[in-house]
């Protein structure tokens, strides 16, 4: 990092504010899981919710674009209405990454883990979960076939949950 990089507007790291209540948050650090209960997902029977909170899910869209260069000329052929080209060309692949922020509601239960967004959600088996890193507002999950990053209040917690889930 040098000195010009202190002047450069850093990213603003999103702040959510925790709607799980306080008493739910020291029995999961105790190590207990709290029944929540919700009437905005639909549970399967046996299913019971353990931590609900606002939280923001960024989203990695990533789309190839091909870019052709082309290089040389043409000429007028030997007969009317023909051209003879010359040279060559070359095509390029460029990703084009963007980022979308979905704001919504985290639900996780002992079976799924569940985010209902204004726009977009998505839900994933408790059971197909292959890793999870943990930071102080945020939870990054990965799954075999996709990558979540989800800012929560407090990562830990969430961390916790999973945990004592599995």
């Known amino acids: 990092m040098g000195l010009l990089?202190?002047?450069?507007?850093?990213?603003?790291?999103?702040?959510?504010?925790?709607i799980l209540p306080a008493a739910a948050v020291q029995e999961i650090l105790r190590g207990r899981l709290p029944i929540l209960n919700t009437n905005k997902i639909f549970l399967k029977s046996g299913e019971q919710c353990h931590y609900i909170d606002k939280a923001i899910y960024e989203k990695k869209t990533v789309r190839k674009r091909y870019v052709r260069r082309n290089s040389g000329y043409s000429a007028p052929?030997?007969?009317?209405?023909?051209?003879?080209?010359f040279g060559r060309g070359r095509t390029d692949q460029v990703d084009n990454v963007t980022y979308q922020t979905l704001r919504g509601i985290l639900y996780i239960t002992n079976r799924?883990?569940?985010?209902?967004?204004d726009q977009e959600g998505?839900?994933?088996?408790?059971?197909?979960?292959?890793?999870?890193?943990?930071?102080?507002n945020c939870v990054e999950l990965q799954t075999s076939k996709m990558h979540y990053k989800i800012f929560v209040p407090d990562g830990n917690v969430t961390q916790a949950v999973l945990q004592l889930i599995q």
């Open 112 to 117: 799924r883990i569940i985010f209902q967004g």
């Open 122 to 136: 998505f839900d994933v088996k408790a059971d197909d979960l292959v890793a999870i890193t943990p930071y102080s």
């Open 77 to 85: 052929g030997l007969f009317k209405g023909t051209r003879v080209n």
């Open 5 to 18: 990089d202190l002047f450069k507007p850093q990213p603003k790291m999103p702040m959510i504010q925790s």
